[in-house]
Every structure is written in C-alpha cells, then in structure tokens.
C-alpha cells in the first residue's frame, strides 16, 4: 500500500537560512511525486512534481526536490527562507497505473516557522 | 481564468443532519477530486470522478457520496453527520495527468 512519511512534524528556521524538509514514501513502482504547501485558512498549493526524468527537480518560490529511488525520498530544499515560507508543507504520492485516476496520498505534513 | 472555486466556504451543522458541498473545477478540467483534511492532519482521498464517472473511491463509509454534472461540476454529500466529520473539505480539478489544483475548501463543522 502507498504511504508517505514526514519525520518532521515541527521546524523552526531563520529567516536567510537554508531549509531540507524530508519525505520517505512506500509505493511498489516509481510513483508521481508532489510537494504541496498550505497557508493558514487556505487551500494547497502545488511546489512542484516529479514524474520522471530528471530527479531533481525545480518549484515555485524557489524550491527544488531531489528523487532518491534508493532511499524511497523526495527532500525538499531551499537555499534561503523567508518570512513569507512560513506555512504547512505536505508531501504527497500519486498512483500510475490508471491514466484517470487520480488517488493521492498525503503524508502527515510538516510545519515551518520562520523566526527574523 | 478562474481557479477551483468551493461553497460554501463554512458550514456549521449538528449530529445526525445531512450536508452538500459544492465544487466548481477550473474551465477544461473534466475531472474532480475530493479530500478530506481534518486539523492537523494530511488530506485523505474521498472521491475522483471523470467524465461524470466515479473512478476511486477511498476509505469511507457510505454516509459519504458524490456526483458529476454534465457542466463537470461537482457536489458531495455526507449523511447522518458525525463529529468526527468535522474537517476541511477539499476539491480538487485536473486537466492533464497528475497536476491537481486544489480550491480553498468549505470547512464543515459539527456541533
């Protein structure tokens, strides 16, 4: 079964520093990866996705994530936060096998505060 | 264009009653998903629906169900409301495979 982890339930940063938020997901095949982030009262936002190709891939806002097939993660990094980054950040994992189907699974979300 | 628009935008209903959420998807996109998100939590997966057909369903109780319009746009109906269905109701609308684009969510409480 498709699962998706974040260690991390809580982190605090400065504001310039560089930031990594860690995702580790179980799937049988190579999944479609996304990284989405939700601001208080609001819907999600899509950072970015893989789908194949190359694994490291660049978002919105000046994100980027790696694909490690070999330790089953999808990191997101970058390489300055601001103030404005400050939000709820999910992980999240996307089934292949049907072309309309579109079962995603969320990991449990990480938190990001952003101290000045 | 317009992005995925959801209504209401809050709700307030008792144990027992029964509710309809409504989802409008972005212009072109024939499919539409909706999650579950409750505090602090993950959104879980309820319902895709393409071309007016249920494709997925997730891990919920029958009280739940959803429907299509021709016009793609979507509703979802919870009966026999329980606490425990007080959360943030996400819908979401694609065109192309994968990319979803979420809407603001109606958040549903339970008294």
């Known amino acids: 079964a498709q699962s998706v982890t974040q260690p991390d339930i809580h982190i605090t940063v400065s504001e310039g520093a560089s930031l990594e938020l860690r995702c580790n997901y179980s799937?049988?095949?190579?999944?479609?990866l996304f990284w989405y982030v939700q601001s208080p009262g609001q819907g999600l936002q899509l950072l970015l996705k893989?789908?194949?190709?190359?694994?490291l891939v660049q978002g919105i806002k000046g994100f980027e994530a790696e694909f490690k097939r070999s330790q089953s993660s999808f990191n997101l990094r970058k390489p300055s936060v601001h103030w404005s980054d400050a939000a709820e950040y999910f992980c999240?994992?996307?089934?292949?096998?049907?072309?309309?189907?579109?079962?995603?699974?969320f990991g449990p979300g990480t938190s990001l505060s952003v101290i000045p | 264009d317009a992005g995925v628009t959801q209504s209401p935008t809050h709700l307030i209903k008792t144990r027992g009653q029964q509710v309809t959420l409504r989802c409008s998807p972005i212009?072109?996109?024939?499919?539409v998903s909706w999650y579950q998100q409750v505090l602090g939590q993950g959104p879980q997966f309820i319902f895709q629906?393409?071309?007016?057909?249920?494709?997925g369903r997730g891990n919920f109780p029958d009280r739940f169900s959803a429907r299509q319009f021709p016009n793609y746009s979507s509703e979802l109906n919870v009966n026999a409301l329980l606490l425990g269905d007080s959360a943030l109701y996400l819908c979401?609308?694609?065109?192309?495979?994968?990319?979803?684009?979420f809407g603001d969510g109606t958040r549903l409480s339970i008294l």
């Open positions: 979401a609308s694609r065109k192309d495979r994968g990319t979803q684009h």
């Open positions: 799937y049988g095949a190579t999944p479609y």
């Open positions: 893989y789908f194949s190709g190359d694994t």
């Open positions: 999240a994992v996307g089934a292949r096998e049907e072309t309309s189907y579109d079962k995603v699974i």
């Open positions: 212009s072109g996109h024939k499919s």
């Open positions: 629906y393409y071309e007016k057909e249920e494709r």
